[in-house]
């Protein structure tokens, strides 16, 4: 998306639908696998065939640099650097000017040496940037003339856990797309990254007990969000409504969040929904106005996981997406002992995943009315996994039309 390679949807999709296919595509054609499935993410790789015969495509377009490099072609648009070995940058980088992506050499010395070099490089000379990637640097700052790269449409700045603020010039990135910066420890959302509007995929960490409202007309460009490690953070901000096209939410190890706002309701093109390890936080969230009985959601996955106080899931979320939402996993609640009776509202659920919730007791009632539940796994829940099972569990007539049915105890 950054460098401009995903193609106009003729059908209106979103650019990351489009990104999407193209990786859908190359799983597929066999030309990159998946080798890593975690919770919020996947790990792929490709063969070493495949990696050859790209770079003969590309030809000079793609570079990484280590410590021994000598030459690097004027055409090179992509660079990389190897970590092992540079003490400092090749002179030769200089003379480059059409630089479109830069990662960062991960380094493990004294701040401010090749951190320091590098982004100073990046701000001088690559004018036409559009994907820098700084994680893990041991950046104290960043220089305020990183506002004139006004290109720039990629920015991850992943684990600078040095850094504590953004310069006053961070407005002008005004064509940034994706900004990643969780570990990074900002004490509260800063303006100038509410100045964003074209942004579309955010990442952040918060010190801060509560999140500064969002002002109206910011972020309506916003696909998704990821709130992480934000370890004071009680509550979100109310105006959840202006976020008009999230997709994509995602609360990552905030332990002291209590609950969501009910503005949440508002956000009807939000898809998924991850929770994980928000240890305080209940979600017991019911219709209270008239307005609520109608909503209109388009929620399909919810997955929540280490939530040590959940005892409700979210109604007013839940019977908000009854023919949209497809997938529910709920992991580690243990407090968690009824799942509730209108879940059997959920006539598009295709797949429902429950694994460690030792205090389950029982199915409800009317799940025999899920017809498109194709897949059901139940995991170490002791009292839950024992009704559910085949020969005479107690709740085996509730799920017997289910075509796939997994019990694990081990």
């Known amino acids: 998306m950054a460098n401009g390679l995903l193609e106009y949807s003729k059908q209106k999709q979103e650019w990351e639908d489009v990104g999407r296919r193209y990786l859908n595509e190359l799983l597929s054609r066999c030309l990159i696998e998946k080798v890593e499935d975690f919770f919020f993410a996947c790990r792929f790789k490709m063969h070493d065939l495949i990696h050859d015969v790209g770079l003969e495509v590309l030809q000079k377009e793609c570079k990484t640099v280590n410590y021994q490099t000598e030459s690097v072609d004027k055409k090179t648009?992509?660079?990389?650097?190897?970590?092992?070995?540079?003490?400092?940058?090749?002179?030769?980088?200089?003379?480059?000017?059409?630089?479109?992506?830069?990662?960062?050499?991960?380094?493990?010395?004294?701040?401010?040496?090749?951190?320091?070099?590098?982004?100073?490089?990046?701000?001088?000379?690559?004018?036409?940037?559009?994907?820098?990637?700084?994680?893990?640097s041991l950046l104290k700052a960043l220089p305020n003339s990183i506002g004139t790269l006004k290109h720039l449409r990629y920015l991850n700045l992943k684990g600078c856990r040095l850094i504590r603020e953004l310069p006053s010039s961070f407005y002008g990135l005004r064509s940034l797309l994706t900004l990643k910066m969780t570990a990074v420890p900002l004490m509260q959302l800063p303006d100038s990254v509410q100045s964003l509007i074209e942004l579309r995929h955010l990442e952040i960490t918060i010190e801060a007990k509560r999140l500064k409202e969002i002002r109206p007309g910011c972020w309506s460009s916003l696909q998704y969000l990821k709130l992480a490690n934000c370890e004071k953070l009680k509550c979100l901000f109310e105006g959840m409504q202006c976020l008009t096209s999230l997709r994509t939410l995602y609360l990552l190890y905030c332990p002291k969040l209590v609950s969501l706002p009910r503005s949440l309701k508002f956000l009807t093109k939000l898809e998924e929904l991850y929770i994980v390890h928000c240890r305080k936080i209940n979600l017991q969230t019911e219709p209270e106005?008239?307005?609520?009985?109608?909503?209109?959601?388009?929620?399909?996955?919810?997955?929540?996981?280490?939530?040590?106080?959940?005892?409700?899931?979210?109604?007013?979320?839940?019977?908000?997406?009854?023919?949209?939402?497809?997938?529910?996993?709920?992991?580690?609640?243990?407090?968690?002992?009824?799942?509730?009776?209108?879940?059997?509202?959920?006539?598009?659920?295709?797949?429902?995943?429950?694994?460690?919730?030792?205090?389950?007791?029982?199915?409800?009632?009317?799940?025999?009315?899920?017809?498109?539940?194709?897949?059901?796994?139940?995991?170490?829940?002791p009292i839950l996994s024992e009704r559910c099972r085949r020969d005479g569990g107690a709740d085996w007539h509730k799920i017997a039309h289910v075509q796939e049915v997994d019990i694990i105890d081990d």
């Open 289 to 381: 106005e008239e307005e609520d009985k109608d909503l209109h959601l388009s929620l399909k996955t919810f997955r929540v996981w280490g939530l040590a106080a959940l005892t409700y899931l979210p109604r007013l979320l839940f019977e908000g997406s009854s023919t949209t939402l497809q997938h529910i996993e709920i992991e580690f609640c243990y407090k968690l002992e009824v799942l509730p009776a209108w879940l059997q509202n959920l006539t598009s659920l295709h797949k429902l995943e429950i694994r460690r919730c030792r205090s389950l007791l029982s199915l409800p009632e009317g799940m025999d009315r899920l017809t498109e539940l194709r897949q059901l796994k139940i995991e170490r829940c």
């Open 77 to 136: 648009r992509h660079l990389s650097f190897c970590e092992d070995g540079l003490l400092e940058l090749p002179q030769i980088l200089k003379k480059l000017k059409n630089v479109r992506t830069a990662i960062a050499p991960k380094v493990s010395r004294e701040p401010n040496t090749i951190g320091d070099s590098f982004i100073n490089l990046c701000v001088s000379n690559f004018k036409h940037l559009r994907a820098l990637n700084l994680s893990g």
